[in-house]
T-cell receptor, first 112, second 111 residues
Framework: DGGITQSPKYLFRKEGQNVTLSCEQNLNHDAMYWYRQDPGQGLRLIYYSQIVNDFQKGDIAEGYSVSREKKESFPLTVTSAQKNPTAFYLC???????????FGEGSWLTVV | GENVEQHPSTLSVQEGDSAVIKCTYS??????FPWYKQELGKRPQLIID?????GEKKDQRIAVTLNKTAKHFSLHITETQPEDSAVYFCAASKNANKLVFGAGTILRVKS
């Protein structure tokens, strides 16, 4: 778990602004994920990537974008098209050959 | 796609009692079922998992059971303690790593 670093921990976004959340892992995991968690709710998958330079949409990809240029990095951009971005964002990673995933500490995004 | 339902949404137990949380899944091809514990404002932490070739798994006070025929699995916590208070999530996966989560159960252990 300690090998997944998310930053920043707290972020405020103005209306119409794009923001990028960073996720870095040093666990040599092939797969990386972004989940969104709303207060009192479960985790919903935004995007995931199983190998470098490839990623797939999850259940709620609209208004978000990602890149996977390096194995250890999977940044998430919350665009102005995402109308309700206030949430807790969790990055996770796991081995492609297995099932278990581990989460980073999370990033709180608030629209002001 | 896969759908996971989790019950109850909240559960209060007296310290020392047992707690049981149940999940059902829709895709019979799912083969991996982890449970995560999340404390307030923190990340979910894996506490136990089970694969479809096993019916039950135990780790100290925690156990998970799986009924593939009925497509449901349960988390059992015995001798509950105040530090067990948290939100618990079940999940299911049929492809490596793409987990679908339940909505979560808030467990309160009263001392």
């Amino acid at each position: 778990d300690g090998g997944i670093t998310q930053s920043p921990k707290y972020l405020f976004r103005k209306e119409g602004q794009n923001v990028t959340l960073s996720c870095e892992q040093n666990l040599n995991h092939d797969a990386m994920y972004w989940y969104r968690q709303d207060p009192g709710q479960g985790l919903r998958l935004i995007y995931y990537s199983q190998i470098v330079n490839d990623f797939q949409k999850g259940d709620i990809a609209e208004g978000y974008s990602v890149s996977r240029e390096k194995k250890e990095s999977f940044p998430l951009t919350v665009t102005s098209a995402q109308k309700n971005p206030t949430a807790f964002y969790l990055c996770a990673s796991g081995q492609h050959s297995g099932n278990t995933i581990y989460f980073g500490e999370g990033s709180w995004l608030t629209v002001v | 796609g896969e759908n996971v339902e989790q019950h109850p949404s909240t559960l209060s137990v007296q310290e020392g009692d047992s707690a049981v949380i149940k999940c059902t899944y829709s895709d019979s091809a799912s083969n991996y079922f982890p449970w995560y514990k999340q404390e307030l404002g923190k990340r979910p932490q894996l506490i136990i998992d089970i694969r479809s070739n096993v019916g039950e798994k135990k780790d100290q006070r925690i156990a998970v059971t799986l009924n593939k025929t009925a497509k449901h699995f349960s988390l059992h916590i015995t001798e509950t303690q105040p530090e067990d208070s948290a939100v618990y999530f079940c999940a299911a996966s049929k492809n490596a790593n793409k987990l679908v989560f339940g909505a979560g159960t808030i467990l309160r252990v009263k001392s």
